[in-house]
Protein backbone atom coordinates (compact mmCIF):
# COMPACT_ATOMS: atom_id res chain seq x y z
CA UNK A 1 0.00 0.00 0.00
CA UNK A 2 1.54 3.72 -1.07
CA UNK A 3 0.77 6.98 -0.46
CA UNK A 4 2.10 10.07 -2.50
CA UNK A 5 2.60 13.22 -0.73
CA UNK A 6 2.51 17.23 -2.24
CA UNK A 7 4.15 20.06 -1.73
CA UNK A 8 4.26 21.32 1.78
CA UNK A 9 2.07 24.72 1.85
CA UNK A 10 3.84 26.95 4.93
CA UNK A 11 2.24 29.01 7.59
CA UNK A 12 2.78 30.25 10.64
CA UNK A 13 1.52 28.29 13.78
CA UNK A 14 -0.04 31.66 14.92
CA UNK A 15 -2.60 31.20 12.22
CA UNK A 16 -3.15 27.70 12.46
CA UNK A 17 -4.20 28.45 15.76
CA UNK A 18 -6.55 31.02 14.26
CA UNK A 19 -8.22 28.57 12.03
CA UNK A 20 -6.84 25.22 10.61
CA UNK A 21 -6.98 24.38 7.10
CA UNK A 22 -10.10 23.50 5.88
CA UNK A 23 -11.71 21.76 2.31
CA UNK A 24 -15.00 22.66 0.51
CA UNK A 25 -17.87 20.51 0.53
CA UNK A 26 -16.82 19.46 -3.07
CA UNK A 27 -13.01 19.26 -2.69
CA UNK A 28 -12.04 21.31 -4.68
CA UNK A 29 -10.37 24.44 -2.49
CA UNK A 30 -8.44 24.51 0.40
CA UNK A 31 -9.04 27.70 2.35
CA UNK A 32 -6.59 28.76 5.01
CA UNK A 33 -5.91 31.65 7.61
CA UNK A 34 -2.22 33.95 6.63
CA UNK A 35 -0.76 36.86 7.62
CA UNK A 36 -0.62 39.50 5.38
CA UNK A 37 3.50 40.34 5.59
CA UNK A 38 3.55 43.76 3.68
CA UNK A 39 2.32 45.96 6.13
CA UNK A 40 2.15 49.62 5.92
CA UNK A 41 4.66 51.57 8.48
CA UNK A 42 2.13 53.57 10.04
CA UNK A 43 0.40 50.09 10.66
CA UNK A 44 -1.07 49.79 14.41
CA UNK A 45 -2.72 45.70 14.24
CA UNK A 46 -2.13 42.44 12.56
CA UNK A 47 -4.02 42.05 9.20
CA UNK A 48 -5.16 38.64 7.60
CA UNK A 49 -6.48 37.01 4.80
CA UNK A 50 -7.75 34.24 3.30
CA UNK A 51 -5.45 32.11 0.56
CA UNK A 52 -7.68 29.86 -1.32
CA UNK A 53 -5.97 27.07 -3.14
CA UNK A 54 -7.11 24.29 -5.55
CA UNK A 55 -6.67 21.26 -3.36
CA UNK A 56 -5.07 19.33 -6.40
CA UNK A 57 -2.68 21.69 -8.03
CA UNK A 58 -1.95 23.76 -4.50
CA UNK A 59 -1.63 26.84 -6.69
CA UNK A 60 -3.68 30.21 -5.18
CA UNK A 61 -6.65 30.86 -6.40
CA UNK A 62 -7.94 33.32 -4.70
CA UNK A 63 -7.11 36.12 -1.83
CA UNK A 64 -9.16 37.72 0.45
CA UNK A 65 -7.81 40.22 2.08
CA UNK A 66 -10.06 40.66 6.30
CA UNK A 67 -9.56 44.37 7.40
CA UNK A 68 -6.78 45.57 9.42
CA UNK A 69 -7.70 44.39 12.95
CA UNK A 70 -9.73 41.52 12.04
CA UNK A 71 -8.73 38.10 13.86
CA UNK A 72 -10.58 35.58 12.65
CA UNK A 73 -12.16 33.11 14.66
CA UNK A 74 -14.06 30.75 12.91
CA UNK A 75 -13.49 29.94 9.31
CA UNK A 76 -16.50 27.59 7.72
CA UNK A 77 -17.47 26.60 3.40
CA UNK A 78 -20.90 25.96 2.43
CA UNK A 79 -22.39 22.50 2.22
CA UNK A 80 -25.34 22.18 -0.05
CA UNK A 81 -28.39 20.14 1.76
CA UNK A 82 -27.14 16.75 -0.17
CA UNK A 83 -24.53 16.25 2.64
CA UNK A 84 -21.06 15.37 1.89
CA UNK A 85 -22.30 11.55 2.01
CA UNK A 86 -24.16 11.85 -0.75
CA UNK A 87 -23.23 9.69 -4.34
CA UNK A 88 -25.29 12.28 -6.18
CA UNK A 89 -23.25 14.86 -8.06
CA UNK A 90 -23.75 18.46 -6.68
CA UNK A 91 -26.17 20.56 -9.64
CA UNK A 92 -25.23 23.89 -8.36
CA UNK A 93 -21.60 24.62 -7.72
CA UNK A 94 -21.47 27.00 -4.79
CA UNK A 95 -18.44 28.07 -3.05
CA UNK A 96 -19.06 30.40 -0.61
CA UNK A 97 -17.27 31.15 2.94
CA UNK A 98 -17.56 33.21 5.78
CA UNK A 99 -14.98 34.39 8.44
CA UNK A 100 -16.17 35.72 11.81
CA UNK A 101 -14.12 37.08 14.83
CA UNK A 102 -15.11 37.62 18.69
CA UNK A 103 -16.27 41.33 17.71
CA UNK A 104 -19.47 40.10 16.30
CA UNK A 105 -18.80 40.82 12.71
CA UNK A 106 -19.49 38.27 9.91
CA UNK A 107 -17.54 38.54 6.57
CA UNK A 108 -18.95 36.13 3.50
CA UNK A 109 -17.33 35.98 0.08
CA UNK A 110 -18.74 34.42 -2.75
CA UNK A 111 -15.92 32.54 -5.06
CA UNK A 112 -18.16 32.31 -7.57
CA UNK A 113 -19.39 35.74 -8.26
CA UNK A 114 -22.88 35.64 -8.01
CA UNK A 115 -23.68 37.11 -4.53
CA UNK A 116 -24.65 41.18 -6.05
CA UNK A 117 -24.57 42.80 -3.15
CA UNK A 118 -21.80 44.76 -1.59
CA UNK A 119 -18.68 44.82 -3.92
CA UNK A 120 -15.15 44.94 -2.05
CA UNK A 121 -13.06 45.40 -4.82
CA UNK A 122 -10.95 41.89 -4.23
CA UNK A 123 -10.31 39.54 -6.63
CA UNK A 124 -14.02 40.83 -8.61
CA UNK A 125 -15.75 38.83 -5.64
CA UNK A 126 -18.67 40.01 -3.98
CA UNK A 127 -18.68 40.21 -0.10
CA UNK A 128 -21.73 40.60 2.66
CA UNK A 129 -21.13 41.52 5.78
CA UNK A 130 -22.94 40.87 9.30
CA UNK A 131 -23.05 42.94 12.13
CA UNK A 132 -24.15 40.86 15.23
CA UNK A 133 -27.29 42.30 17.11
CA UNK A 134 -27.03 45.63 18.77
CA UNK A 135 -29.54 44.52 21.23
CA UNK A 136 -27.07 41.86 22.55
CA UNK A 137 -25.02 44.68 24.39
CA UNK A 138 -20.82 45.07 24.21
CA UNK A 139 -20.60 42.35 26.89
CA UNK A 140 -22.27 39.37 24.85
CA UNK A 141 -20.03 37.57 22.25
CA UNK A 142 -20.86 35.57 19.68
CA UNK A 143 -20.50 32.40 20.02
CA UNK A 144 -20.53 30.19 17.16
CA UNK A 145 -21.51 31.12 13.46
CA UNK A 146 -22.95 28.48 10.97
CA UNK A 147 -24.96 28.68 7.10
CA UNK A 148 -28.67 28.62 7.08
CA UNK A 149 -30.86 26.25 5.26
CA UNK A 150 -29.63 27.81 1.79
CA UNK A 151 -26.40 29.72 0.78
CA UNK A 152 -28.21 33.12 1.28
CA UNK A 153 -28.65 32.63 5.25
CA UNK A 154 -26.45 32.77 8.39
CA UNK A 155 -27.14 31.48 11.93
CA UNK A 156 -25.34 33.55 14.49
CA UNK A 157 -25.20 32.51 17.76
CA UNK A 158 -24.56 34.49 20.70
CA UNK A 159 -22.92 33.37 24.18
CA UNK A 160 -25.28 32.98 27.93
CA UNK A 161 -27.74 31.48 25.69
CA UNK A 162 -29.07 34.57 24.74
CA UNK A 163 -30.33 34.63 20.93
CA UNK A 164 -29.89 33.25 17.76
CA UNK A 165 -30.23 35.71 15.25
CA UNK A 166 -30.99 34.39 11.56
CA UNK A 167 -29.48 36.98 8.86
CA UNK A 168 -30.49 37.41 5.19
CA UNK A 169 -27.90 37.73 2.92
CA UNK A 170 -30.19 38.94 0.19
CA UNK A 171 -32.72 41.23 2.22
CA UNK A 172 -29.83 42.34 4.47
CA UNK A 173 -32.61 41.86 7.37
CA UNK A 174 -32.12 39.40 10.46
CA UNK A 175 -35.11 37.91 12.89
CA UNK A 176 -34.22 36.37 16.06
CA UNK A 177 -35.08 33.25 18.37
CA UNK A 178 -34.73 33.58 21.79
CA UNK A 179 -32.99 31.67 24.59
CA UNK A 180 -31.14 28.60 22.47
CA UNK A 181 -30.20 26.15 24.71
CA UNK A 182 -27.36 25.02 22.93
CA UNK A 183 -25.41 26.90 19.76
CA UNK A 184 -24.35 23.62 18.62
CA UNK A 185 -25.30 20.49 16.83
CA UNK A 186 -27.10 19.18 19.69
CA UNK A 187 -29.29 22.15 19.80
CA UNK A 188 -30.21 22.89 16.66
CA UNK A 189 -31.02 21.04 12.77
CA UNK A 190 -32.50 21.14 9.51
CA UNK A 191 -35.61 18.83 8.66
CA UNK A 192 -33.18 16.58 6.17
CA UNK A 193 -35.94 16.29 3.03
CA UNK A 194 -37.40 20.46 3.45
CA UNK A 195 -34.78 22.12 5.49
CA UNK A 196 -37.12 23.33 8.29
CA UNK A 197 -35.02 24.67 11.01
CA UNK A 198 -35.12 23.57 14.36
CA UNK A 199 -34.45 24.82 17.70
CA UNK A 200 -34.06 23.70 21.51
CA UNK A 201 -34.84 26.16 23.81
CA UNK A 202 -35.36 26.76 27.15
CA UNK A 203 -37.52 30.22 27.74
CA UNK A 204 -38.38 29.19 31.52
CA UNK A 205 -38.18 25.96 33.71
CA UNK A 206 -38.85 23.48 30.39
CA UNK A 207 -37.71 22.34 27.31
CA UNK A 208 -39.09 23.79 24.31
CA UNK A 209 -38.47 22.07 20.36
CA UNK A 210 -39.65 24.73 17.59
CA UNK A 211 -39.85 23.72 13.72
CA UNK A 212 -39.57 26.87 11.43
CA UNK A 213 -41.10 27.17 7.79
CA UNK A 214 -40.29 28.74 4.84
CA UNK A 215 -38.44 31.56 4.51
CA UNK A 216 -36.96 32.35 7.64
CA UNK A 217 -37.21 36.05 7.51
CA UNK A 218 -41.21 35.59 7.91
CA UNK A 219 -40.17 33.14 11.40
CA UNK A 220 -43.62 31.13 10.17
CA UNK A 221 -43.92 28.25 13.31
CA UNK A 222 -45.15 25.19 11.95
CA UNK A 223 -45.19 23.54 15.06
CA UNK A 224 -43.80 23.97 18.50
CA UNK A 225 -44.10 21.51 21.59
CA UNK A 226 -42.59 21.06 25.35
CA UNK A 227 -40.33 18.37 26.79
CA UNK A 228 -42.38 17.84 30.03
CA UNK A 229 -40.91 14.80 30.95
CA UNK A 230 -37.71 15.23 30.52
CA UNK A 231 -35.48 17.21 33.07
CA UNK A 232 -33.03 18.53 31.21
CA UNK A 233 -32.88 17.74 27.57
CA UNK A 234 -29.57 17.03 25.70
CA UNK A 235 -30.02 17.27 22.80
CA UNK A 236 -31.81 16.36 19.38
CA UNK A 237 -31.83 14.90 16.15
CA UNK A 238 -33.86 14.37 12.97
CA UNK A 239 -33.69 10.87 11.30
CA UNK A 240 -32.70 10.78 7.95
CA UNK A 241 -35.83 10.11 6.58
CA UNK A 242 -37.67 13.43 8.87
CA UNK A 243 -40.10 11.48 10.35
CA UNK A 244 -38.79 11.43 13.87
CA UNK A 245 -37.15 13.64 16.32
CA UNK A 246 -35.28 11.76 18.96
CA UNK A 247 -34.47 13.48 22.09
CA UNK A 248 -32.50 11.81 24.66
CA UNK A 249 -32.15 13.96 28.64
CA UNK A 250 -29.49 14.43 31.37
CA UNK A 251 -26.71 12.24 32.54
CA UNK A 252 -28.83 11.51 35.27
CA UNK A 253 -32.30 9.97 33.33
CA UNK A 254 -31.76 7.58 31.21
CA UNK A 255 -34.41 8.20 28.72
CA UNK A 256 -34.66 8.77 24.83
CA UNK A 257 -37.70 10.41 23.55
CA UNK A 258 -39.06 9.88 20.10
CA UNK A 259 -41.26 12.49 18.92
CA UNK A 260 -43.02 12.95 15.04
CA UNK A 261 -42.56 16.54 13.30
CA UNK A 262 -46.20 18.08 14.89
CA UNK A 263 -43.87 17.27 18.59
CA UNK A 264 -46.76 13.83 19.21
CA UNK A 265 -44.91 11.46 21.46
CA UNK A 266 -44.52 8.17 19.67
CA UNK A 267 -42.38 6.43 21.83
CA UNK A 268 -40.05 6.23 25.01
CA UNK A 269 -37.45 4.39 25.46
CA UNK A 270 -35.91 3.93 29.07
CA UNK A 271 -33.89 2.24 31.46
CA UNK A 272 -34.24 3.59 34.92
CA UNK A 273 -32.62 1.02 36.62
CA UNK A 274 -29.42 2.28 34.87
CA UNK A 275 -27.38 4.76 37.24
CA UNK A 276 -26.01 7.02 34.51
CA UNK A 277 -28.42 7.95 31.53
CA UNK A 278 -27.75 8.40 27.76
CA UNK A 279 -24.28 10.23 26.57
CA UNK A 280 -25.09 10.60 22.87
CA UNK A 281 -27.31 9.00 20.29
CA UNK A 282 -26.66 8.70 16.01
CA UNK A 283 -28.71 7.40 13.58
CA UNK A 284 -27.61 5.07 10.96
CA UNK A 285 -27.97 6.33 7.36
CA UNK A 286 -30.88 4.87 6.25
CA UNK A 287 -32.72 5.37 9.64
CA UNK A 288 -33.23 1.76 10.26
CA UNK A 289 -31.23 2.08 13.67
CA UNK A 290 -30.72 4.27 16.21
CA UNK A 291 -27.42 3.93 18.22
CA UNK A 292 -28.39 5.01 22.16
CA UNK A 293 -24.55 5.33 23.62
CA UNK A 294 -24.71 4.79 27.35
CA UNK A 295 -22.15 5.77 30.23
CA UNK A 296 -22.20 2.52 31.20
CA UNK A 297 -20.10 1.54 28.04
CA UNK A 298 -22.72 -0.27 26.08
CA UNK A 299 -24.55 1.35 22.61
CA UNK A 300 -28.09 -0.22 22.31
CA UNK A 301 -28.85 -0.34 19.19
CA UNK A 302 -32.68 0.49 18.55
CA UNK A 303 -34.80 -0.83 15.60
CA UNK A 304 -37.11 2.24 14.24
CA UNK A 305 -40.34 0.50 13.97
CA UNK A 306 -40.66 -0.23 17.55
CA UNK A 307 -37.89 1.81 18.72
CA UNK A 308 -36.84 -1.32 21.18
CA UNK A 309 -33.24 -2.99 21.99
CA UNK A 310 -33.01 -5.49 19.26
CA UNK A 311 -28.94 -5.50 20.03
CA UNK A 312 -26.42 -3.99 22.33
CA UNK A 313 -22.93 -3.71 21.36
CA UNK A 314 -20.43 -4.46 24.66
CA UNK A 315 -16.88 -2.28 25.06
CA UNK A 316 -15.02 -4.42 27.73
CA UNK A 317 -12.03 -3.10 29.06
CA UNK A 318 -10.73 -6.79 29.48
CA UNK A 319 -10.94 -8.84 25.93
CA UNK A 320 -10.57 -12.65 26.79
CA UNK A 321 -11.88 -14.65 24.00
CA UNK A 322 -10.36 -14.46 20.35
CA UNK A 323 -14.01 -13.61 18.67
CA UNK A 324 -12.43 -10.01 18.10
CA UNK A 325 -9.81 -9.32 15.85
CA UNK A 326 -7.57 -6.93 17.89
CA UNK A 327 -4.52 -5.04 16.03
CA UNK A 328 -2.26 -3.15 18.79
CA UNK A 329 0.21 -0.41 17.31
CA UNK A 330 3.85 -1.01 17.87
CA UNK A 331 5.78 2.47 18.00
CA UNK A 332 9.02 2.22 15.82
CA UNK A 333 12.22 4.22 17.42
CA UNK A 334 14.25 6.17 14.79
CA UNK A 335 14.32 9.40 12.69
CA UNK A 336 12.24 7.75 9.91
CA UNK A 337 10.93 4.87 11.95
CA UNK A 338 6.97 5.04 12.14
CA UNK A 339 4.46 3.41 14.19
CA UNK A 340 3.72 -0.48 12.74
CA UNK A 341 -0.09 -2.46 13.60
CA UNK A 342 0.39 -6.41 14.96
CA UNK A 343 -2.33 -8.83 15.27
CA UNK A 344 -2.74 -10.31 18.37
CA UNK A 345 -2.33 -13.57 19.15
CA UNK A 346 -2.15 -14.06 22.98
CA UNK A 347 -5.27 -13.07 25.23
CA UNK A 348 -6.35 -11.69 27.17
CA UNK A 349 -6.01 -8.18 26.06
CA UNK A 350 -6.07 -5.02 28.12
CA UNK A 351 -6.02 -1.82 26.25
CA UNK A 352 -4.89 1.39 28.35
CA UNK A 353 -7.62 2.29 30.72
CA UNK A 354 -8.52 5.62 31.52
CA UNK A 355 -7.45 5.99 35.67
CA UNK A 356 -10.44 8.42 36.92
CA UNK A 357 -11.87 9.51 40.47
CA UNK A 358 -15.30 9.33 41.90
CA UNK A 359 -14.59 13.28 41.69
CA UNK A 360 -14.03 13.16 38.38
CA UNK A 361 -17.31 15.30 37.03
CA UNK A 362 -18.67 14.51 34.21
CA UNK A 363 -17.89 11.07 34.30
CA UNK A 364 -14.93 10.02 32.16
CA UNK A 365 -16.78 6.49 30.99
CA UNK A 366 -19.11 8.24 27.94
CA UNK A 367 -18.42 7.29 23.79
CA UNK A 368 -16.21 10.30 22.23
CA UNK A 369 -16.95 8.41 19.29
CA UNK A 370 -20.01 7.16 17.60
CA UNK A 371 -19.87 6.91 13.74
CA UNK A 372 -21.47 5.25 10.96
CA UNK A 373 -20.25 5.00 7.83
CA UNK A 374 -21.76 6.31 4.57
CA UNK A 375 -23.77 2.94 3.54
CA UNK A 376 -24.77 1.88 7.02
CA UNK A 377 -22.87 -1.24 7.73
CA UNK A 378 -20.09 -0.51 9.63
CA UNK A 379 -20.38 1.64 13.05
CA UNK A 380 -16.99 2.87 14.44
CA UNK A 381 -16.96 3.43 18.19
CA UNK A 382 -14.36 4.91 21.50
CA UNK A 383 -15.42 4.24 24.49
CA UNK A 384 -14.12 6.96 26.77
CA UNK A 385 -13.00 4.52 29.60
CA UNK A 386 -10.07 3.51 27.40
CA UNK A 387 -9.57 6.12 25.04
CA UNK A 388 -6.82 5.00 23.03
CA UNK A 389 -9.09 1.83 21.89
CA UNK A 390 -11.78 1.90 18.54
CA UNK A 391 -13.65 -0.59 17.96
CA UNK A 392 -15.40 -1.12 14.25
CA UNK A 393 -18.35 -3.42 14.42
CA UNK A 394 -20.36 -4.90 11.27
CA UNK A 395 -24.16 -4.13 11.70
CA UNK A 396 -24.95 -7.08 9.59
CA UNK A 397 -23.51 -9.68 11.95
CA UNK A 398 -23.57 -6.91 14.89
CA UNK A 399 -19.94 -8.33 15.81
CA UNK A 400 -16.60 -6.62 15.96
CA UNK A 401 -14.72 -6.41 12.71
CA UNK A 402 -11.70 -5.13 14.55
CA UNK A 403 -10.49 -3.25 17.80
CA UNK A 404 -7.45 -1.25 17.17
CA UNK A 405 -5.50 -0.05 20.21
CA UNK A 406 -3.39 2.84 19.86
CA UNK A 407 -0.30 3.76 22.01
CA UNK A 408 -2.10 7.52 22.58
CA UNK A 409 -5.62 9.30 22.73
CA UNK A 410 -7.70 9.16 19.62
CA UNK A 411 -8.69 12.28 18.74
CA UNK A 412 -11.22 11.64 16.02
CA UNK A 413 -12.16 9.53 13.48
CA UNK A 414 -13.93 10.05 10.05
CA UNK A 415 -15.34 7.85 7.41
CA UNK A 416 -14.73 8.33 4.12
CA UNK A 417 -17.17 10.35 2.09
CA UNK A 418 -17.52 7.92 -0.85
CA UNK A 419 -15.70 4.81 -0.01
CA UNK A 420 -17.69 3.25 2.97
CA UNK A 421 -14.86 0.75 3.99
CA UNK A 422 -12.58 3.52 4.69
CA UNK A 423 -11.93 4.88 8.01
CA UNK A 424 -9.22 7.81 8.87
CA UNK A 425 -7.95 7.74 12.69
CA UNK A 426 -6.29 10.41 14.33
CA UNK A 427 -4.50 10.18 17.67
CA UNK A 428 -2.73 12.78 19.89
CA UNK A 429 0.83 12.97 19.60
CA UNK A 430 3.20 13.41 22.26
CA UNK A 431 3.97 17.09 21.85
CA UNK A 432 0.45 17.54 23.09
CA UNK A 433 -0.40 17.87 27.30
CA UNK A 434 -1.51 14.95 28.14
CA UNK A 435 -3.20 15.45 31.75
CA UNK A 436 -4.86 11.89 31.82
CA UNK A 437 -3.53 9.01 33.35
CA UNK A 438 -3.76 5.69 32.26
CA UNK A 439 -4.30 2.06 34.99
CA UNK A 440 -0.66 -0.02 33.84
CA UNK A 441 0.64 2.57 31.06
CA UNK A 442 2.97 5.29 30.97
CA UNK A 443 3.30 7.46 28.18
CA UNK A 444 6.62 8.79 29.14
CA UNK A 445 8.45 6.23 27.42
CA UNK A 446 7.27 7.12 24.06
CA UNK A 447 8.72 9.66 22.50
CA UNK A 448 8.07 11.51 18.65
CA UNK A 449 7.79 8.57 16.68
CA UNK A 450 4.18 8.84 16.72
CA UNK A 451 4.22 12.53 15.81
CA UNK A 452 3.55 12.25 12.26
CA UNK A 453 1.13 9.14 12.20
CA UNK A 454 -1.80 8.63 10.90
CA UNK A 455 -4.06 5.81 10.35
CA UNK A 456 -6.46 4.18 7.63
CA UNK A 457 -8.44 0.97 8.43
CA UNK A 458 -9.70 -0.61 5.30
CA UNK A 459 -12.26 -3.72 5.80
CA UNK A 460 -11.09 -5.41 2.26
CA UNK A 461 -7.53 -5.06 3.81
CA UNK A 462 -5.71 -8.04 5.75
CA UNK A 463 -4.29 -5.30 8.53
CA UNK A 464 -4.95 -1.70 9.15
CA UNK A 465 -1.71 0.84 8.38
CA UNK A 466 -0.26 3.64 10.33
CA UNK A 467 1.11 6.11 7.85
CA UNK A 468 3.72 8.73 8.17
CA UNK A 469 3.99 11.94 6.91
CA UNK A 470 7.76 12.52 5.58
CA UNK A 471 9.38 15.22 7.48
CA UNK A 472 11.17 18.15 5.62
CA UNK A 473 13.44 19.72 8.01
CA UNK A 474 11.26 21.20 10.08
CA UNK A 475 8.26 22.08 7.88
CA UNK A 476 6.15 19.28 8.98
CA UNK A 477 6.98 18.05 12.61
CA UNK A 478 3.60 16.45 13.75
CA UNK A 479 -0.01 15.47 12.75
CA UNK A 480 -2.34 17.04 14.16
CA UNK A 481 -5.57 17.41 11.98
CA UNK A 482 -6.59 15.43 8.81
CA UNK A 483 -9.70 14.98 7.19
CA UNK A 484 -10.83 13.14 3.76
CA UNK A 485 -10.91 15.35 0.34
CA UNK A 486 -14.09 14.24 -1.67
CA UNK A 487 -13.45 13.60 -5.52
CA UNK A 488 -15.02 14.97 -7.76
CA UNK A 489 -14.99 13.28 -11.21
CA UNK A 490 -16.97 14.10 -14.30
CA UNK A 491 -17.79 10.99 -16.62
CA UNK A 492 -18.47 11.20 -20.20
CA UNK A 493 -21.44 9.67 -21.15
CA UNK A 494 -20.42 8.38 -24.72
CA UNK A 495 -17.02 7.03 -23.67
CA UNK A 496 -17.49 6.27 -19.44
CA UNK A 497 -14.00 7.47 -19.30
CA UNK A 498 -13.22 10.30 -16.36
CA UNK A 499 -12.47 13.66 -17.74
CA UNK A 500 -10.53 15.70 -15.65
CA UNK A 501 -10.75 19.05 -14.77
CA UNK A 502 -8.31 21.85 -13.18
CA UNK A 503 -9.99 20.24 -10.00
CA UNK A 504 -10.70 16.70 -10.40
CA UNK A 505 -8.63 13.86 -9.27
CA UNK A 506 -9.56 11.52 -12.28
CA UNK A 507 -7.54 8.73 -10.93
CA UNK A 508 -10.31 8.03 -8.41
CA UNK A 509 -7.72 7.81 -5.62
CA UNK A 510 -8.71 8.53 -2.23
CA UNK A 511 -7.21 11.45 -0.87
CA UNK A 512 -6.87 13.58 2.66
CA UNK A 513 -5.88 16.74 3.92
CA UNK A 514 -2.92 16.21 6.89
CA UNK A 515 -1.78 19.18 9.19
CA UNK A 516 0.23 20.29 11.84
CA UNK A 517 0.57 23.26 13.23
CA UNK A 518 2.28 25.26 10.38
CA UNK A 519 1.80 23.52 7.31
CA UNK A 520 -0.51 21.20 5.55
CA UNK A 521 -0.39 18.88 2.46
CA UNK A 522 -2.31 16.48 0.55
CA UNK A 523 -2.01 12.66 0.73
CA UNK A 524 -2.67 10.41 -2.05
CA UNK A 525 -3.59 6.61 -1.29
CA UNK A 526 -3.73 3.74 -3.16
CA UNK A 527 -6.35 1.57 -1.66
CA UNK A 528 -6.29 -1.07 -3.91
CA UNK A 529 -7.18 -4.40 -1.85
CA UNK A 530 -4.10 -6.27 -1.41
CA UNK A 531 -4.09 -10.35 -2.94
CA UNK A 532 -5.44 -12.67 -0.57
CA UNK A 533 -7.09 -15.67 -0.48
CA UNK A 534 -11.01 -16.24 -0.92
CA UNK A 535 -10.67 -17.51 2.76
CA UNK A 536 -9.46 -14.35 4.21
CA UNK A 537 -11.37 -11.74 2.89
CA UNK A 538 -12.66 -9.31 5.13
CA UNK A 539 -15.62 -8.64 2.87
CA UNK A 540 -17.27 -12.22 3.54
CA UNK A 541 -17.25 -11.41 6.72
CA UNK A 542 -19.48 -8.32 6.43
CA UNK A 543 -21.28 -10.11 4.09
CA UNK A 544 -22.36 -12.32 7.07
CA UNK A 545 -19.87 -14.86 7.90
CA UNK A 546 -19.89 -15.77 11.48
CA UNK A 547 -16.86 -14.45 13.73
CA UNK A 548 -15.35 -17.59 14.85
CA UNK A 549 -15.08 -18.38 11.20
CA UNK A 550 -12.53 -15.93 10.79
CA UNK A 551 -10.75 -16.07 13.97
CA UNK A 552 -9.68 -19.59 12.52
CA UNK A 553 -8.19 -18.32 9.53
CA UNK A 554 -6.26 -15.65 10.71
CA UNK A 555 -2.90 -16.55 10.95
CA UNK A 556 -1.01 -13.41 9.75
CA UNK A 557 0.90 -11.99 13.46
CA UNK A 558 2.85 -9.60 11.47
CA UNK A 559 1.93 -6.61 8.70
CA UNK A 560 4.21 -6.11 6.21
CA UNK A 561 5.58 -2.57 5.28
CA UNK A 562 4.84 -1.91 1.84
CA UNK A 563 4.75 2.36 3.20
CA UNK A 564 6.44 4.18 0.26
CA UNK A 565 7.60 7.64 1.02
CA UNK A 566 7.64 10.43 -1.49
CA UNK A 567 11.57 12.23 -1.89
CA UNK A 568 12.21 13.73 1.65
CA UNK A 569 13.67 17.19 -0.79
CA UNK A 570 10.11 17.65 -2.01
CA UNK A 571 9.26 21.26 -2.43
CA UNK A 572 8.02 23.65 0.60
CA UNK A 573 5.25 26.23 -0.46
CA UNK A 574 5.74 29.38 1.46
CA UNK A 575 2.64 31.30 2.46
CA UNK A 576 1.56 33.94 0.42
Known sequence: MVVEFSELVAASRECSKICRPIVSYDGKFVAMVSKVTALPANADSQQYKLVIRSSRSLTVKKQLLLPPGFSPKMVKWYQPATGIFSDEPFDDEIHRIFAANDEGEVRIWDLDGMLDIISNGINDLKSVVVIRQSNWGPNVPIK??????????????????????????????????????????????????????????????????????????????????????????????????????????????????????????????????????????????????????????????????????????????????????????????????????????????????????????????????????????????????????????????MTPLAVLVHVRKIKSVEWHPQKPHLLLVICANSQTKDDETYDNYDLAGVGNENDCCFYIWNAEWRNPYALSVPRVGAAFTSVTDATWIRSNVELDDSANDPIPDEYSEYDLRAKLLVCDHGSYTVGYLDDEQEPEDDDTKVQRLIDGVQQQEWAEVTTTSYMEDTFAMVDQKRKVIKAV
Open 144 to 397: NVEWGRSPDEILVFSDYQVSLAIWSLVGRESIEIYHPKYYTAKGFSFQPSTRHLTVLTRPVSEDIISVYGAPLLELETLSTFGLSDFYDAKGFKWSPDGKWIAVYDTITNFQVGIYTPLGGLYRVFSMQEIGLGVHDIEWSPAGNLLAVASYDGLIRCLNTLTFTSTVILKHSTSIKTKEKIIFVEQPVNGKDGHSKYQRVQSYPVNPPKLRSSLTDAPPKTGFGVVEFNKDGTLLATRFDLIPTTLWIWSLRT
